[in-house]
């Protein structure tokens, strides 16, 4: 069964330190989202693709924050300089459409110290 | 604002008890509810949605548009029912998922 794949799955950094985490959708979703969550919060939407285009990043901390899907396929987020309240868990997920289901990947957990 | 409320952070109960996670919403328009679940060690994954009005392994959850509230219901709780709840919502022009809080469930045998 096709599933989000994300890697790495755990990231340990020191702040002000460069990190990017990587994500494939599954095959043919056009919509493409990263979530963050922090411990003991729910998931929290950063920034939204529909093929390589970004339709949302109103949560993104565009300062530090960067995502780009250059083919409408995978996907990089990235943040420069780290900071100890990024560390979170980042959620990839897809869906073949807008209005359908998401499908989540197992997520890339960052501890930044 | 948009927002999704989750009262309780722990729900415990026995095996065969009836179980209600609460969730109350607020939205200016018609959103679409979801509940999704997260089993220890697996990923985030939808449990049901308000508009498919399908039973998922025993969980049911109405709409109350009054109340503004999706609560999930299931009549006799198993052990396997044990993880982490999430009652979310979209709507407007994406399909942004608004998230709750969670309410983890432990099923006690």
């Known amino acids: 069964e096709a599933e989000v794949a994300q890697s790495p799955r755990y990231k340990i950094t020191e702040k002000s330190q460069a990190v990017a985490f990587w994500c494939d959708p599954i095959?043919?979703?056009?919509?493409l989202y990263w979530y963050r969550q922090i411990l003991g919060q729910g998931p929290e939407l950063l920034v939204q693709?529909?093929?390589?285009?970004?339709?949302?990043d109103s949560q993104l901390p565009k300062d530090r924050f960067s995502a780009e899907r250059l083919k409408g396929v995978d996907s990089t987020l990235k943040i420069q300089p780290a900071e100890l309240g990024d560390s979170a868990m980042y959620l990839c997920?897809?869906?073949?459409?807008?209005?359908?289901?998401?499908?989540f990947g197992p997520g890339t957990r960052l501890t930044v110290l | 604002a948009q927002r999704v409320t989750q009262p309780e952070k722990l729900l415990s109960v026995f095996k065969g008890a009836p179980v209600e996670l609460k969730c109350n919403y607020s939205?200016?328009?018609?959103?679409?509810l979801f509940w999704y679940v997260q089993y220890s060690r697996q990923r985030l994954q939808l449990l049901l949605r308000?508009?498919s009005r399908e039973s998922i392994k025993g969980f049911t959850a109405d709409l109350n548009k009054g109340e503004t509230s999706f609560h999930l219901k299931k009549p006799f709780a198993q052990e396997e029912d044990s993880a982490m709840y999430y009652c979310?919502?979209?709507?407007?022009?994406?399909?942004?998922?608004?998230f709750g809080t969670g309410t983890l469930l432990a099923v006690q045998p």
């Open positions: 939205y200016s328009g018609s959103p679409e």
């Open positions: 095959s043919g979703h056009a919509t």
């Open positions: 997920a897809s869906s073949a459409q807008n209005y359908n289901e998401q499908f």
């Open positions: 979310a919502l979209t709507g407007g022009a994406t399909n942004k998922l608004i």
């Open positions: 693709f529909q093929d390589e285009s970004v339709v949302d």
């Open positions: 308000h508009i």
